[in-house]
Nanobody, 117 residues
Framework: QLQACGGGVVQAGGSLRLSCVAS????????MNWYRQAPGKQRDLVAS???????NYADSVKGRFTISRDNAKNTAYLQMNSLKPEDTAIYYC?????????????WGQGTLVTVSS
């Protein structure tokens, strides 16, 4: 189970920090990803982090967003700076989790980020 939090309303230029914690039968979390979905649009990958800590970002957020992870806490973070109105979306965490039985992707419930101009 993934639980995301940290969304809210912020003015353009402001910052927010999202977090997502996994719980349950967890042997290892491989990839930790953040996606977002704006109204009427598809869900897009924003940032990812693999087990080695290698990160990747969508071009639209490079230099503004930073993904990090705390493996001991089964938690991923997304630090979002210099927010723009076009960053408004529901943000979802997505983890590739290895349990004692299988490896599977899990989704968090989403947290809404609203950036006002």
């Amino acid at each position: 189970q993934l639980q995301a939090c940290g969304g809210g309303v912020v003015q353009a230029g402001g910052s927010l920090r999202l977090s997502c914690v996994a719980s349950g039968d967890i042997f290892r979390i491989n990839h930790m990803n953040w996606y977002r979905q704006a109204p009427g649009k598809q869900r897009d990958l924003v940032a990812s982090s693999n087990l080695d800590g290698v990160t990747n970002y969508a071009d639209s957020v490079k230099g503004r967003f930073t993904i990090s992870r705390d493996n001991a806490k089964n938690t991923a973070y997304l630090q979002m700076n210099s927010l723009k109105p076009e960053d408004t979306a529901i943000y979802y965490c997505n983890f590739l989790v290895t349990t004692t039985r299988h490896t599977e992707y899990y989704w968090g419930q989403g947290t809404l980020v609203t950036v006002s101009s």
